[in-house]
């Protein structure tokens, strides 16, 4: 059965959810960076909102957010997110609900519309290639995390091509020690059932997003870093097998 259906789906992906994700990027992209220019980048991050639902209700991926009594939209900190799939990126931006800061590869910057838009709001590009370039990207960036503006790592640095979690690397963790921030441990689930890493074969499906309480991070030091990386791995591990829904579901609306 579960066959027959992704047969089916086919030409919907196609004919329908492609266009859809074209034009959505072009169009929200295109309004961004003028939002940005008018109204400055807080304003104008919204539309990633907008254009994370969007894509979400075409799929389409229902979200069920878990944990939202965690979140301060006072508190500036350093979410942590483990990495399935691309569609974390529609959850997150999508659900999450706060002010932040992507921390993404260089190579996202050259795509067409989003890459602009991306860099008017304040988003953060670095090159993995060059560990100094990288490093002074973070550092010029810190000016932003302030106010309840947060900044979201993926620590495995790269999608995960099964269930398991890949090694952290340290980034995320240095720069929550060195600005004094809490880190805010989510977990996403479901959405490599969706949209497998490394691939297109891409297919409707329910993610959930799990918040977890905020980890003070006063109590670790450059010497106990490995401590709070174990910490917070444990957390985000902690809810990753797949679980029947049983929280509210809040569709792809707008």
């Not at 209700?57 to 997110?81: D, F, H, K, L, Y």
């Not at 999608?159 to 989510?186: C, E, Q, Y």
């Not at 977890?212 to 591990?237: C, F, G, N, Q, W």
Request: aromatic share 8%.
């Amino acid at each position: 059965m579960n066959r027959v259906l992704r047969i089916l789906y086919q030409p919907y992906k196609f004919l329908i959810f492609a266009p859809v994700v074209i034009l959505s990027t072009s169009i929200i992209a295109t309004i961004t960076v003028g939002l940005a220019a008018v109204v400055g980048p807080k304003a104008a991050g919204k539309m990633g909102i907008i254009w994370s639902r969007i894509n979400a209700w075409a799929t389409p991926m229902p979200v069920t957010v878990q944990g939202r009594e965690n979140i301060n939209r006072e508190i500036s900190c350093v979410v942590v997110s483990n990495h399935q799939s691309q569609y974390d990126i529609f959850v997150l931006y999508g659900w999450l609900g706060i002010d932040f800061k992507w921390v993404m590869k260089q190579e996202l910057r050259n795509i067409p519309g989003l890459g602009i838009a991306c860099e008017k709001i304040g988003h953060i590009f670095i090159d993995r290639s060059n560990t100094q370039a990288a490093l002074d990207s973070i550092n010029a960036a810190r000016e932003k995390i302030v106010n309840g503006t947060s900044v979201l790592f993926f620590p495995e640095g790269t999608r995960s091509k099964n269930a398991k979690m890949g090694t952290f690397k340290k980034g995320a963790f240095r720069f929550a020690l060195d600005l004094g921030l809490p880190i805010l441990p989510v977990t996403i689930q479901g959405t490599r059932k969706i949209l497998p890493a490394g691939s297109f074969d891409l297919f409707p499906g329910r993610a959930i997003m799990i918040i977890h309480p905020l980890v003070d991070t006063s109590k670790y030091s450059d010497e106990t870093l490995p401590d709070l990386m174990d910490a917070v791995r444990k957390i985000i591990a902690s809810d990753l097998s797949e679980k029947p829904v049983v929280q509210h579901v809040e569709a792809g609306r707008l």
